[in-house]
């Protein structure tokens, strides 16, 4: 397939969003509206059970948007390789269904991915609802710092908070550019070439973790991972491994598998 100059794919993988799916499409549609880029939104159902194929119903007469519905939940990574299969842009973006888009946001990560032909993958500034900021840039995992933010008690996580703000880089802070080993999978705008060329995400991976393979793969293969804080996106982050025991359990899971195929590494 080739790919069209000045057009960006958005994919977005659902499973019982129905809470928030709306107000994520709506942002995109808006921000579509504004771009001098061709967009095409591909919305992804991984088998939802709640009101989420309701609501997308709506926009079955909306040529902007294409609604795929899966018969089976094979993970994140495999819901999102199947836009990527159907995309032939220039330009890939992958979108959580919680995050909700500011208008000026795409451009601002095309214009800046546009004069730096060595990024493979740029990821904006994540903001909580309230306008916070949410710390989701990450260097490589290690045991270590993955065990402490997971089973540490508050006293111990504060007499290593040097420690634990550098996993999220939060030494490095957050005003400035930078290349990021471990992007964030919640939204990355991605050349679409690149991600073909390592053959997007992992499957392997149900939930967690492949994101941080494939931003591995994308540096693997001579391109950046890069924090472009220019653009911001809210992100209504659910933080499911942390409420609920059955998603721990599959964090853990893909923390082994990552590990396996990476390598090891305690600290």
């Not at 969003?17 to 992804?44: E, G, M, P, R, W």
């Not at 730096?116 to 909580?128: A, E, Q, R």
């Amino acid at each position: 397939m080739g790919y069209v100059v000045n057009k960006i794919s958005i994919v977005v993988v659902t499973y019982n969003n129905a809470d928030v799916i709306n107000d994520c499409i709506a942002a995109l549609l808006s921000a579509i509206d504004k771009l001098v880029f061709t967009a095409q939104l591909l919305i992804i159902d991984n088998k939802s059970d709640d009101a989420t194929i309701a609501a997308l119903q709506a926009y079955v007469h909306d040529d902007r948007i294409k609604v795929i519905e899966n018969k089976t939940n094979r993970g994140f990574g495999a819901g999102h390789n199947i836009g990527l299969s159907q995309a032939d842009s220039c330009y890939h973006i992958i979108c959580n269904p919680d995050i909700v888009i500011n208008d000026t946001a795409i451009g601002i990560l095309a214009d800046y991915m546009g004069q730096h032909p060595d990024i493979g993958i740029l990821c904006p500034k994540l903001l909580n609802a309230d306008g916070s900021l949410q710390a989701n840039n990450h260097r490589e995992p290690n045991i270590l710092d993955l065990a402490l933010r997971r089973l540490a008690p508050i006293w111990l996580k504060k007499r290593l908070k040097k420690r634990m703000d550098a996993y999220i880089m939060l030494d490095v802070g957050y005003e400035h550019s930078y290349e990021v080993p471990f992007v964030s999978g919640a939204f990355m705008f991605c050349r679409t070439d690149v991600l073909k060329k390592v053959g997007g995400f992992d499957e392997r991976y149900f939930l967690y973790f492949e994101d941080a393979d494939l931003s591995r793969k994308v540096r693997q293969q001579g391109y950046r991972t890069v924090y472009c804080p220019d653009a911001s996106v809210v992100h209504q982050w659910g933080r499911a491994a942390h409420k609920s025991l059955p998603m721990a359990f599959v964090l853990v899971e893909s923390a082994v598998k990552y590990f396996n195929k990476w390598g090891y590494r305690l600290y």
